[in-house]
């Protein structure tokens, strides 16, 4: 079994890339998942937009469908290699290899999309990563984060919770190997309390299986 350090968890999104997307084919999940289809257009509307752990690129193409321009970036060319067979906007999205910790863009962008990287993001990291996203983004720039709640019968069980309150799933890969990824499922007051004062706009929505958080940059 792997411990769920950032590189394992580089590695494990790697072994996983061509499994990946079979989470979207849960049939409990099709409504959550068309209605958030129709919900992110609208929100990067006419953006310029840095998108952080694109994975497959499964929620780009409904994400850039009207932005201005979209660069996606993840940490592994594993996924990202399936990304760009996506159909995608026409000459607006860009790929990039890009580190989510170490993110270096100036303030060239005034959107930003997480999907599902968030849950990710140890507890005791979260203000500095997203210091480090807002630096990347222009004043009042606007923050979209997707991701999963937890729905007892479909998400995979938690196995532990850490000292610093991280909750962790046990995975398994078509290979057999077992994997420890950590995976959190914040509440609305969990995020305000990491934002702090350094957003303003909060707004925070909640289908059956997923959740999402729009803000905008101080």
């Known amino acids: ?18 499994e990946y997307e079979r989470i ?3 049939p409990e999940r099709q409504a959550d998942l068309a ?14 937009v840095l998108e ?41 999205v860009q790929f990039q290899i890009g580190d989510a910790y170490a993110l270096d863009h100036g303030r060239e962008f005034d959107a930003a999309f997480a999907g599902f990287w968030w849950s990710h993001v140890p507890r005791q990291r979260a203000g500095d990563w997203l210091a480090g996203l807002h630096r ?14 937890y729905v007892h019968g479909s998400s995979t069980p938690i196995s532990r919770t850490d000292a610093h309150g ?28 990491f934002l702090g004062n350094r957003s303003f706009g909060f707004q925070w929505v909640e289908w059956d299986h997923f959740w999402a958080c729009t803000y905008q940059v101080m």
């Not at 209605?35 to 310029?48: G, V």
């Not at 469908?65 to 067979?85: F, G, H, K, M, Q």
């Not at 990347?136 to 709640?149: A, E, F, M, Q, S």
């Not at 990824?181 to 969990?190: G, M, Q, S």
């Open 52 to 92: 952080i752990a694109c994975g497959t690129g499964y929620w780009t193409p409904h994400a850039a469908a009207r932005s201005r321009s979209w660069l996606a970036t993840d940490v592994n060319e594993e996924v990202l290699a399936i990304a760009r067979t996506k159909a995608l906007p026409h000459g607006r």
């Open 166 to 193: 991280n909750t962790y799933q046990q995975r398994r890969l078509d290979d057999g190997s077992t994997h420890e990824v950590l995976k959190n499922f914040p509440d609305p007051n969990a995020l305000r309390f």
């Open 24 to 26: 979207y084919a849960k």
């Open 1 to 18: 079994m792997h411990s769920a350090t950032e590189l394992d968890l580089q590695r494990y999104y790697a072994q996983r890339a061509h």
């Open 35 to 48: 209605s958030i289809k129709a919900w992110l257009p609208a929100q990067f509307d006419d953006r310029r």
């Open 136 to 149: 990347c983004l222009t004043p009042g720039g606007r923050v979209v984060l997707l991701d999963n709640r």
